[in-house]
């Protein structure tokens, strides 16, 4: 398989940043997912990380930078896992079915940041570059499975399918299930390949 293009990375820093940019973004994680991402502010990411405001805007300049770099820290995880997976798995359809089913958990507990982090921009989700590998992962396994549907087209019908606000959209709207979000993907790949 081709190599994956990574999402961005930085350079290394000091320790002690390195130790403060970890624990801020725990922090936030935290209560993001307790508070909801429109009810915390950045003074309460710092009060809560015990960090003085001048430290955590040094590191992240405005909220958004935060929810990027909870993006992007994320998507680089798995980045690596997918990497890891499709160097030790030869079986294309095997690897499509794993590959959906970590993207669209990373969508899920995701949605809320990747939604506010983007709300300004029409499809920016889609366009976020921790996210646009995504669409090459899946070209290259549906090219390897030789799916009757042009690969670029199939990776790109799943690959909106797994979009916050489209996931947002199903399960809160539409009232569909994770669970059934997770199968209808599941039998449309097999269907495709």
């Given at each position: 398989m081709n190599t994956l293009t990574a999402p961005p990375q930085h350079k290394s820093p000091r320790a002690d940043a390195a130790r403060n940019h970890a624990l801020i973004l725990c922090?936030?994680?935290s209560l993001f997912d307790s508070l909801g991402v429109?009810?915390?502010?950045?003074?309460a990411v710092a009060e809560a990380a015990n960090i003085g405001k001048g430290t955590l805007y040094r590191h992240f300049p405005d909220k958004a930078e935060l929810l990027h770099a909870l993006i992007d820290s994320e998507a680089q995880a798995l980045h690596t896992q997918t990497e890891e997976?499709?160097?030790?798995?030869d079986c294309a359809k095997e690897n499509l079915h794993w590959f959906i089913?970590?993207?669209?958990?990373?969508?899920?507990?995701?949605?809320?940041?990747?939604?506010?982090?983007?709300?300004?921009?029409?499809?920016?989700?889609?366009?976020?570059?921790?996210?646009?590998?995504w669409r090459d992962v899946l070209t290259e396994l549906f090219t390897q499975r030789q799916s009757e549907v042009e690969p670029a087209y199939a990776a790109t019908l799943i690959f909106?399918?797994?979009?916050?606000?489209?996931?947002?959209?199903?399960?809160?709207t539409m009232g569909f299930s994770l669970d059934s979000v997770r199968a209808n993907l599941h039998t449309l790949i097999d269907r495709l390949v």
């Open positions: 922090t936030a994680r429109g009810n915390v502010t950045m003074s997976r499709l160097q030790h798995h089913d970590q993207a669209l958990d990373f969508s899920h507990r995701n949605s809320a940041v990747l939604c506010e982090a983007t709300h300004h921009a029409p499809s920016a989700t889609l366009n976020h570059p921790a996210r646009l590998w909106m399918m797994l979009d916050s606000h489209t996931l947002y959209n199903q399960l809160n």
